[in-house]
């Protein structure tokens, strides 16, 4: 997945979107419909592109405006990056370090 030029979820129904989650991770710029949970992963312009759903056209001119422009993409999937490690994975690793200190 890290030498994705880019990956697209151009989904008419979606949750959480793991996949795209997967793809931030790998520092893989992203562009997912608007839909579902999507918009609590992606800040459009900033950690991703949020396109309309089953806009061809859009999604089209996103993927060709990745590929023209690879220090866009590579700024924008740094911060995918970061905001995926310390929103998910520094919770995770507080976990691991709390033990059998947790409550609940």
């Given amino acids: 997945m890290r030498r994705w030029s880019v990956f697209v ?8 979107g793991i996949a795209l989650l997967e793809a931030m991770a790998c ?11 999507v918009p609590e992963l992606i800040t459009h312009g900033v950690t991703g ?14 993927i060709d405006e990745l590929l023209r422009d690879p220090t866009e993409a590579e700024r924008v999937a740094g911060a995918a990056q970061r905001f995926v490690a310390g929103a998910f994975f520094a919770h995770c690793a507080w976990r691991r370090r709390l033990g059998g200190f947790t409550t609940g």
Avoid: C, K, Q
């Fill in 49 to 62: 592109w949020l396109m309309p759903p089953a806009d061809d056209a859009a999604i089209a001119r996103r």
């Fill in 27 to 37: 520092g893989v710029p992203v562009a997912a419909s608007n839909i579902g949970g």
């Fill in 9 to 16: 979820l151009p989904s008419l129904e979606e949750g959480f």
